[in-house]
């Protein structure tokens, strides 16, 4: 694991690459990363991410409390406590206003679609979640079931949030989920949207299984993680169904949920 001052630093590196690139603006966003088993280093409240110094960084026990630093929490602290707590091997989490992919949001469309071979490959689908207030208790509770199945996720109307195996593999999850958007609405603009088929699919999730790239399990159930629920396994077992045998008829459904979000 990084030393705390390595991990200021990249901290303060990332922040400031997501200032320049506008996935956050004015004092939006923040960064955390875990500082050993207990203790969370992150960003405070007030502070823009694109001038922050190390010292500005505050640390905070696993429930999001202040132990150290002169600033206070970001009110998102708790946004970061309830990834830390589903993802055991999330080291880092990064929340950024994308605009492009908060733009989707707001116009009820759907970024959970396989066009992107690179996206689809390292990070599966990227789902949005219900609409939370921000800064509230909501916030926490409707990325629960999400984040434990996708390493990237879009917050209605609020942004985007990413965990990763460092700070700098969570940010760079951050950028993908822009450039999607970006390419995705350019894509609308010229006219058509043309999704991978479903042996390409089929390929890519072949191939992602394999690598296991997340270090999650990332077969979807019916809609390629559009609404969120994670393959269920137990009923597959129960029914005497397994991942491997039914891919044909899930890769199917998402196909169909594909089409369904295109049309919208």
Not at 39 to 52: D, E, F, W, Y
Not at 104 to 125: D, K
């Amino acid at each position: 694991m990084p030393s705390e001052s390595q991990l200021r630093q990249e901290i303060v590196e990332a922040g400031r690459m997501m200032y320049e690139k506008g996935l956050v603006v004015a004092t939006d966003g923040n960064i955390s990363a875990r500082l050993g088993e207990n203790r969370i280093l992150a960003t405070p409240s007030g502070v823009s991410k694109g001038h922050m110094k190390p010292e500005d960084l505050i640390i905070t026990d696993m429930k999001g409390k202040k132990l150290s630093g002169e600033r206070n929490p970001s009110s998102e602290i708790r946004l970061h406590v309830a990834i830390y707590e589903k993802r055991d091997d999330g080291m880092a989490v990064v929340h950024g206003h994308p605009p492009v992919a908060t733009a989707f949001t707001i116009a009820g469309m759907s970024l959970a679609q396989c066009v992107i071979p690179e996206v689809v490959f390292t990070l599966g689908s990227i789902p949005t979640t219900d609409y939370a207030t921000p800064t509230s208790e909501e916030g926490p509770k409707v990325i629960q079931e999400l984040i434990e199945k996708h390493d990237a996720i879009i917050l209605d109307r609020h942004g985007a949030v990413t965990v990763g195996k460092d700070v700098f593999d969570a940010y760079r999850k951050i950028e993908k989920v822009e450039h999607c958007a970006e390419v995705t609405l350019a894509a609308r603009q010229l006219g058509q949207v043309k999704t991978l088929t479903p042996d390409e699919i089929r390929r890519l999730m072949d191939v992602r299984s394999k690598l296991d790239l997340s270090g999650k399990a990332t077969l979807a159930c019916s809609n390629c993680g559009a609404c969120g629920k994670p393959y269920d396994e137990s009923a597959a077992e129960s029914s005497g169904a397994t991942p491997n045998a039914d891919e044909d008829r899930i890769v199917e459904m998402v196909v169909r949920e594909v089409q369904k979000a295109l049309a919208k």
